[in-house]
């Protein structure tokens, strides 16, 4: 029987793992900022960033406090800093 995956070699019975993580950019995003959302289900938006966080797996996560108060998550890939 043909291995389920092309790229297995014989005797191997699991597919080569990708152990590569995100780019680990120097992200310069920190609290007070401003900033406009550039890309993603956000975009066209703007705020202050209020909190950064660094999940597990190496995404850096932004909340940006709109004017009007309403708060909302992004990644800070999407983020342009104006301020």
Request: proline residues 5%.
């Amino acid at each position: 029987m043909a291995p389920a995956y092309p790229e297995a070699r014989a005797g191997q019975e699991n597919p080569p793992q990708y152990h590569g993580r995100m780019s680990q950019e120097s992200v310069s995003v920190q609290n007070g900022q401003h900033c406009d959302v550039i890309a993603g289900t956000h975009s066209g938006k703007s705020g202050i960033v209020q909190d950064v966080n660094t999940s597990k797996t190496g995404a850096v996560t932004i909340t940006v406090l709109q004017s009007d108060g309403v708060r909302f998550k992004t990644l800070a890939k999407n983020v342009r800093i104006t301020g």
